[in-house]
């Protein structure tokens, strides 16, 4: 690939997805743009860049789908997740009392897995919400993982990612030589396509949100107006989630640290009080 070539993908990929590409990620672009090179029965990645350069939308869109990572597993880094149930989940019954609901986003949802850990979680302690309105909403840039999140059928290699055998065989059912999730974690959970650099505010508010490893693959502008908007979408006590080794320390003043470590902040609105988050006060 020439200098030309990659710098033009690069400048490409950041302004359809935000994603960075250093020149020593060379190897990656080829690598992610190679089966659709074959899939298109194209020549060479040279070839598929010329077609994106020259405007043609579906070489342009298949080329962003291609370059999303869609590295996830079920309860992911898991942690959090025990936060979620143990912490976030008893606040949110006792500080939203007779409003008897909630809302979850997952950003960057990829395949759902992380949408649906989070859907179970909140089945195991669903006597705790009798009669309440939960929606998770995922969200991705990918149509393709959307739609293979919306059908919610997964492989061995990927139920035996993170997922509890108990798990599995209480939301699961052996489909052939794939696992189909339970008709009612599905109902649970909407996914949509959508890009993080695209206006979010039509996805309403939300009480929780979890934007887990996907800041890394982004500059420090692009994290701050990710950041930005995801601030806006965050009720006043809300709680935001980010991957483990990722952080806003530096990068934007919207959000304050409860548990960095776990990756766990709080919203901060500079013009008004800061008021308790769910993610830190204690079960009432």
């Not at 020549?43 to 342009?60: C, N, W």
């Not at 006043?236 to 989630?241: F, H, M, P, Q, S």
Request: proline share 3%.
């Amino acid at each position: 690939m020439s200098p030309e070539d990659f710098e033009f993908a690069a400048q490409f990929f950041k302004d359809r997805s935000g994603l960075i590409l250093t020149r020593d990620k060379t190897y990656l672009l080829e690598n992610r743009l190679m089966p659709l090179v074959r899939d298109m029965r194209l020549k060479s990645v040279t070839e598929l860049i010329d077609g994106v350069r020259r405007g043609d939308s579906v070489l342009q869109a298949l080329a962003v789908e291609a370059m999303m990572a869609k590295d996830t597993g079920f309860f992911r880094d898991w942690k959090p997740f025990t936060h979620l149930r143990t912490v976030v989940l008893p606040n949110l019954r006792v500080a939203r009392g007779m409003k008897a609901g909630f809302r979850i986003l997952s950003a960057g949802v990829s395949t759902g897995q992380e949408a649906y850990s989070v859907a179970m979680t909140i089945k195991d302690v669903s006597s705790s919400f009798p009669g309440w309105k939960v929606e998770v909403v995922g969200i991705d840039i990918s149509a393709a993982a959307i739609a293979a999140a919306t059908k919610g059928v997964y492989n061995q290699f990927e139920v035996q990612r993170g997922l509890p055998v108990h798990t599995l065989l209480q939301y699961f059912t052996k489909q052939d030589d794939n696992w189909a999730l339970s008709d009612q974690i599905k109902s649970m959970v909407k996914f949509q396509a959508w890009n993080l650099l695209d206006d979010l505010y039509p996805l309403g508010r939300f009480d929780v949100v979890l934007c887990r490893n996907v800041l890394v693959y982004l500059d420090l502008k692009t994290k701050l107006d990710v950041l930005q908007k995801l601030a806006r979408l965050l009720v006043d006590d809300g709680a935001l989630y980010l991957g483990l080794n990722e952080t806003v320390m530096g990068v934007s003043s919207s959000f304050r640290a409860i548990n960095p470590d776990l990756g766990i902040y709080a919203a901060h609105r500079a013009d008004r009080p800061a008021s308790l988050s769910l993610a830190a006060r204690v079960d009432l």
